[in-house]
């Protein structure tokens, strides 16, 4: 089973950036932390970060060709992106939407999501640990 991560813009910052909302970790971290656990649960995990919205939209297409499913944090685009929707509906494989904070308990703005009703679930406000469930998920549903 292979499954891909994909960061959207902003979040090779991570650690950085706002840790008192993002936390402390870095992406580096967490994806080693993800490679790890994919390793722990049979599945082979790819990171993927990109602050392009082509280069995430070229990422899912590609993923159709070699991944089981996704587990996906766009950053901001989650709120503005119908061409993200639109890859993610084009897709046949199972996405999770997976975002650090909770986005309900922030500016008006990121209450709304672009990608929601396309994805299979979605995972908000537990930190690094957004990335941990929505993989553990994936997984379970992929068995
Ligand atoms: C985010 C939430 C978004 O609103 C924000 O633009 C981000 C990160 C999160 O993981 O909490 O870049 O997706």
């Known amino acids: 089973m292979k499954i891909l991560i994909l960061h959207g813009p902003n979040l090779n910052l991570l ?6 909302i993002y936390g402390s970790m870095s992406l580096d971290d967490i994806n080693k932390k993800m490679i790890g656990l994919g390793k722990e649960l049979g599945a082979e995990v790819k990171c993927l970060q990109s602050n392009h919205e082509g280069a995430l939209i070229d990422a899912l297409q590609d993923a159709r060709t070699w991944a089981s499913g ?3 944090n766009p950053g901001g685009y989650t709120h503005t992106s119908i ?7 084009a897709i046949e494989i199972p996405v999770i939407e ?3 904070s909770n986005v309900y308990a922030r500016e008006e703005f990121r209450h ?6 396309v994805c299979k679930g979605k995972v908000v406000g537990f930190g690094w640990r957004s990335y941990e469930l929505g993989l ?8």
């Not at 650690?15 to 008192?20: L, Q």
């Not at 709304?112 to 009703?117: D, K």
Request: glycine letters at 6%; charged letters at 25%; hydrophobic letters at 50%.
């Open 15 to 20: 650690g950085t950036r706002e840790p008192e």
């Open 98 to 100: 997976a975002h650090l």
């Open 70 to 72: 996704v587990v996906f």
């Open 136 to 143: 553990r998920g994936l997984i379970e549903i992929l068995k």
């Open 83 to 89: 061409a993200l929707r639109d890859a993610i509906s």
């Open 112 to 117: 709304a999501s672009m990608i929601s009703a």
